[in-house]
């Protein structure tokens, strides 16, 4: 089979499948959008709400810990779309989340709900901006301060979608405002990546493989 028929057969189908997957995302960013954990609907999550888990010390974000259930029903809570209203409905919403995630009914439920909270996390950060290479020793500042330091130079104070604080973005749609002022900056230099590029690697390996 030669290299077109196989990418047409093997490749082109999850590579099509992962990049209509990766531009729903993208779009969902940017519109009120909940998705369901562990049977529990939460809100995409926003810097302000990792910078609260990671001083919480959540190991799903702050990840210097195995997580716990306790680490499960925290991390559902704070995204909860119920996390809102009188502290007495709060406390009541709560505490029926405990119960329900409680009650999951899997072989390990632990395990279970650690794998879609993963998956969640890697859908947030997407687009998310990979390390650099450079030897410079990393700035002493909260991750938050680069991020809005950057956010505000390029666009100002407020997220031109909402005209909210940046704390209350989406990591979705920060990543992706983060992603765009680079491609600017770079003036035709950028390479962007996404996730499907994996599928163009793997086909790119096979076609190239010596034949048995």
């Given amino acids: 089979m030669d290299s077109t028929a196989l990418w047409a057969e093997k490749y082109f189908p999850r590579w099509h499948a992962m990049q209509a997957r990766e531009n729903a995302l993208r779009e969902q960013a940017f519109i009120e959008w909940s998705s369901v954990v562990c049977g529990e609907r939460i809100r995409q999550m926003t810097l302000g709400d990792m910078l609260m888990l990671q001083g919480l010390g959540n190991p799903y974000v702050a990840g210097d810990a195995y997580p716990e259930a306790v680490d499960v029903m925290q991390f559902l809570w704070v995204l909860s779309v119920e996390n809102k209203g009188s502290r007495l409905r709060k406390w ?21 709900c650690g794998t879609q909270i993963d998956a969640y ?58 992603k765009a002022i680079r491609a600017n900056e770079a003036e035709g230099e950028f390479k962007d990546s996404s996730p499907s590029d994996k599928v163009m690697s793997d086909w790119l390996e096979e076609i190239n493989r010596p034949a048995a």
Avoid: N
Avoid at 92 to 102: D, P, S
């Fill in 92 to 112: 009541y919403q709560r505490r029926k989340l405990i119960q329900r995630v409680a009650q999951i009914k899997a072989v390990d439920p632990l395990a279970e």
């Fill in 121 to 178: 996390m890697a859908d947030a950060f997407q687009d998310a901006p990979k390390g650099s290479k450079s030897d410079r020793r990393p700035l002493g500042v909260c991750f938050m301060a680069s991020m809005l330091t950057r956010l505000a130079s390029a666009l100002g104070p407020h997220d031109p979608a909402t005209g909210e604080v940046w704390a209350r973005s989406p990591l979705a749609r920060i990543f992706q405002y983060l």
